[in-house]
């Protein structure tokens, strides 16, 4: 499974946004943007304002790897 921080700095490059905008919309400094590219999980509440903020729904994204991972099981 991909990283958390990797689908959200891939996210955030895909809709040619910049570190520093993310930065503004979650009233924090770049570098810990940089940090949150680096992380394996995240909190929740951060997660829902990722989400919101760049309008993709990471839940749902990492719910399909879990079906993938448990038809993977199964086999």
């Given amino acids: 499974m991909e990283p958390i921080g990797t689908m959200i700095k891939e ?8 570190v520093s905008w993310l930065a503004r919309k979650l009233n924090c400094d ?3 943007i940089y ?4 992380k394996h999980s ?11 903020i760049l309008g993709r ?14 038809g993977r099981n199964e086999a």
Wanted: charge should be positive.
């Fill in 11 to 18: 996210e955030l490059e895909r809709q040619e946004r910049t």
């Fill in 57 to 70: 729904d990471f839940f749902s994204d990492l719910s399909n790897n879990l079906s993938v991972r448990k």
């Fill in 42 to 52: 995240i909190d929740t509440a951060l997660l829902q304002r990722l989400s919101v």
């Fill in 35 to 38: 940090r949150l590219f680096q």
């Fill in 30 to 32: 770049r570098s810990n």
